[in-house]
């Protein structure tokens, strides 16, 4: 069905007994999704590549028919109640599949500079267009009320359709004004000092950057597309943006099977893939922090009610600046929600520790800021509690005259601070990149036969 028929259908549906408040509206269009991205709108995006657990297809969003907000402990079960009240309330006219993209904080009330965001954010957007094989699906969310002066609805989506290829914001390179390195190495040694005593068995800490000039959102978003094996997102509250092209993904459900992965284990790129694949595989200290992934994220699942169905093998997955060790875990879950599986598996010891608890209390007293959305849960869920949500790494906060950029390594017994302050660089240098800042830093030197 063309857009233009299903909004008639939707004029009909509304002005002929429909008492629902508000209407998703779904029909083709001949235009290019990305054509839509623009500085002058607060984006929502979502895309991600095959054996990242797809469900549906690149979305560009823009707008708000609906916001979700809550806080605290049970933000997660304060969303899912809200939703299911929005949907029930929610008529789906011609191919819409309406869908509520956001996330949650990495741990509640601890926002630092996400505080436009609050512990939890989903928004309903007014406009979505969502690309799905050869053909492009618009959606439109509107109220009962905006149905009856259907002139107005055509007049703003020939408008929306025809104000392609928008003017981006004026950019100028980013200078880098805190690395963030000297605060990262004095966390690190504190998490080596109680690993060595046996009050923590891992912990991931993280490095906070900052730079200042003008960014695009739209051209940052292009760029990041070019990053392959990633979940490709961007979320806004105002003036501010979450983007990044994230390696992890938390979980997918279909409804019926779920699909996570365990992304633990890391060797920047030097220039020798072959030689450093081989010394990642070969790693003991890399292979422990792995297998504290895969065992927690199978025992959250399980404790959680969901049946292991299988462990594929664990891998090495080549990303532009570095590789990781990977491991996807597959489970049967019927009768659930996908806000379940994230509710269950946030904080994995990809970006937590083990034990969980004693690992949250060190980061919280010992990270020299709040993480807020980073390394936190982000994506989307629709009516029937489908959904994809990966983990927030390879990221940055796009604000007002700058950007914050976040990145993070995983310390265990063996770990050594200027391996793990190297493996943080070269996770900063994708978005570094992505961001035109300058100077970019050199990484430190690295040497092969010292990883294990």
Known sequence: MKFEAALAEATHRATHGATARLFAIGGEVDLDPFTQLSDERELFFWNSDEGMGALGSPMVAFGCAALLKAEGADAIATVRQSACELFADLEVVGSAAPRLLGGLSFAPGRLGVFHHFGDARFVLPRWSFVRSGNSVRAELVVSRTELEIPRLLQAEAHAVFANQLQANRVTSPLCLEASGAPEYCAAARAALEQIAQGALEKVVVVRAARASGQVSVAATLRRLSAETAAAHFAISAGTHTFVGASPELLVAFDGQALRSEAVAGTLPRRGNDAQEIDALLASDKDEREHRYVVRAIETALANAGARIVSQA????????????????????????????????????????????????????????????????????????????????????????????????????????????????????????????????????????????
Do not use: Y
């Not at 875990?329 to 379940?340: G, K, N, Q, T």
């Not at 970006?351 to 060190?362: M, T, W």
């Not at 906060?397 to 700058?402: D, F, T």
């Not at 240098?429 to 961001?435: E, H, I, N």
């Open 313 to 452: 093998e664990r891998h090495v997955r080549t990303l532009r600046h570095v590789h990781h060790l990977a491991t996807p875990i597959v489970a049967s879950a019927p009768d659930s929600h996908v806000l379940d599986w994230v509710d269950a598996l946030h904080p994995t010891p990809a970006v937590c520790g083990v034990p969980r608890r004693e690992a949250l209390s060190f980061l919280l007293a010992n990270e020299r800021f709040d993480r807020g959305w980073f390394a936190a849960p982000v994506g989307w869920f629709d009516a029937q509690g489908r959904g994809q949500f990966a983990v927030a790494l390879r990221s940055a906060l796009l604000v007002p005259g700058g950007a914050h950029l976040f990145a993070g390594a995983g310390l265990v017994r063996g770990s050594e601070v200027e391996f793990e302050l190297a493996e943080t660089e070269a996770k900063l240098a994708s978005m570094r990149g992505t961001l035109g800042v300058v100077p970019d830093p050199a990484p430190a030197p690295l040497h092969l036969d010292g990883v294990a």
